[in-house]
């Protein structure tokens, strides 16, 4: 009887992520009204990163209140595709694949190519949640998760925009970072790391350091410290999948 009393408590936060996921394409789509758009983009990114936050805690809070159930992880899937997959891909769509049109012999209107690159993330997050449902490896991930990867874009506007990073960076960037999701690249859980070697000391002192870290940078310099710290995670993953390769070599 717990279980199902409290179950709505984890499943209303996996509806608040898939709430801002929804009112982050809401905001990116109302760029085109604004007359300063990067302020449109970069809060479309915050919403996709507060959304972040809510899916990382309605796993932690379902297992703490013994309300894990089925429906829960299904709702969890969908909310992740809308606020990782296909929200980002709106975002980028909005903020630099928009420009990308060309001319077909035959049609009159330009075709917007940028579409057809938009559409590469939600079709890579879309598979990468599909593969965890049917089986998934509880020590780690397989590929990059989709909640860092939509992360990772949502900062974009907080770091290449601002910075006016050309298309030609930014773009292949989008589309590796998408590409990762659907890759074999085995990622740590960076929980199970700390459910099985941190002690609460240990958590502590991390927690205060990574605290003091974003104090010291500011609220000015805080994407950039999240984007680096994003990165590293990014590529030990992309490291330890290339020593393990040389060695099967």
């Known amino acids: 009887m717990k279980k199902s009393r409290l179950s709505w408590v984890p499943n209303a936060l996996s509806l608040g992520n898939l709430s801002f996921g929804f009112v982050s394409m809401l905001i990116s789509i109302e760029s085109t ?7 449109v983009f970069i809060l479309a990114g915050i919403f996709i990163i507060l959304a972040a936050v809510f899916d990382g805690f309605d796993g932690i809070i379902a297992r703490a209140l013994n309300a894990t159930s089925d429906l829960g992880a299904e709702l969890d899937t969908l909310a992740d595709l809308t606020t990782f997959g296909i929200a ?7 903020m630099i694949l928009f420009n990308f049109r060309s001319g077909l012999p035959g049609f009159e209107q330009e075709f917007p190519f940028g579409m057809m690159i938009a559409a ?13 449902t049917v089986g998934h490896d509880p020590a780690y991930f397989d590929g990059l998760p989709s909640p860092i990867a939509g992360v990772l874009v949502a900062l974009f506007p907080m770091t290449f925009y601002s910075m006016n ?5 930014t773009i292949p960037t989008f589309v590796c970072i998408a590409l990762l999701m659907v890759s074999k690249i ?8 700390m459910r099985g070697k941190l002690t609460r000391g240990k958590l502590m002192i991390l927690l205060s350091g990574l605290l003091a870290i974003f ?4 609220l000015n310099r805080f994407p950039m410290v999240l984007y680096a710290i994003i990165l590293f995670y990014v590529f030990t993953g992309i490291v330890s999948f290339l020593i393990h390769l040389i060695q099967e070599i």
Request: include cysteine; proline fraction near 11%; hydrophobic fraction near 45%.
């Open 88 to 94: 980002p891909g709106v975002l980028m769509y909005e």
């Open 186 to 193: 085995r990622y740590s859980k960076p929980q199970v790391a």
């Open 33 to 39: 009204k604004s007359s300063n758009p990067g302020g």
């Open 165 to 169: 990073v050309p298309a030609y960076i």
């Open 215 to 218: 104090i010291l940078a500011g």
């Open 120 to 132: 590469i993330f939600p079709i890579c997050a879309a598979y990468r949640l599909a593969r965890f």
